[in-house]
């Protein structure tokens, strides 16, 4: 059994697509670990805010498996995969990390944007401070500690009205 950590966003509908992708992926899944929602500026693109999220689950499926499952989640919520690479999106799933595997393919891991992306490394510090990057040493909590660029999020009520 591995663990995982998913991260979750949405800037076309965003509280419908937060709620629909937690709900496919405790189909998936099971019992998950949920961290608060945030919002951000759209990064590397004009485009709306985004809602974002990191999610733990433990699985049997390997990675391939995994990343070809949250291809067929954002395909079922009207992912256009014939876009530019940053544009406005319904859902966006990306595997994380998966234990503490160190791999390029068949998806690079862990994901560069960890480290990169304030939307990302929050959400992470909050969910497994005490975990350890993979390829860093140090614990997401510290990445976040130490992590200076200007990105701006903040955290945002949700409604999790959908899954009750």
Same mark, same amino acid.
């Given at each position: 059994?591995?663990?995982?950590?998913?991260?979750?966003?949405?800037?076309?509908?965003?509280?419908?697509?937060?709620?629909v992708?937690i709900k496919?992926?405790?189909?998936?899944?099971?019992?998950l670990?949920?961290s608060?929602?945030?919002?951000?500026?759209?990064?590397?693109? $004009?485009?709306?805010?985004?809602?974002? !999220? +990191?999610?733990?689950?433990n699985? *049997? &499926?390997?990675?391939? =498996?995994?990343?070809q499952?949250?291809?067929?989640?954002?395909?079922?919520?009207?992912?256009?995969?014939?876009?530019?690479?940053f544009?406005?999106?319904?859902l966006?799933? $990306?595997?994380?990390?998966?234990d503490? !595997? +160190?791999?390029?393919?068949?998806? *690079? &891991?862990p994901?560069? =944007?960890?480290?990169?992306?304030?939307?990302?490394?929050?959400?992470?510090?909050?969910?497994?401070?005490?975990?350890?990057?993979?390829?860093?040493?140090?614990?997401?909590?510290?990445?976040?500690?130490?992590?200076?660029?200007?990105?701006?999020?903040w955290?945002?009520?949700?409604?999790?009205?959908?899954?009750?």
């Amino acid at each position: 059994m591995a663990f995982i950590l998913i991260s979750i966003g949405s800037n076309i509908e965003r509280d419908h697509h937060i709620q629909v992708a937690i709900k496919e992926l405790r189909q998936a899944f099971g019992k998950l670990m949920i961290s608060s929602v945030y919002e951000s500026e759209a990064v590397g693109f $004009d485009g709306d805010p985004f809602y974002n !999220l +990191v999610v733990g689950a433990n699985t *049997e &499926l390997s990675v391939a =498996e995994c990343v070809q499952l949250f291809k067929q989640i954002e395909d079922r919520h009207g992912r256009k995969r014939n876009v530019a690479r940053f544009s406005g999106r319904t859902l966006d799933l $990306d595997l994380l990390t998966y234990d503490q !595997l +160190v791999c390029q393919q068949p998806v *690079e &891991l862990p994901r560069d =944007e960890i480290t990169k992306n304030a939307f990302v490394l929050l959400p992470m510090a909050e969910l497994v401070p005490e975990q350890l990057h993979p390829v860093t040493g140090l614990t997401y909590q510290q990445l976040w500690q130490q992590y200076d660029r200007p990105q701006k999020l903040w955290t945002v009520p949700f409604s999790w009205s959908e899954l009750k």
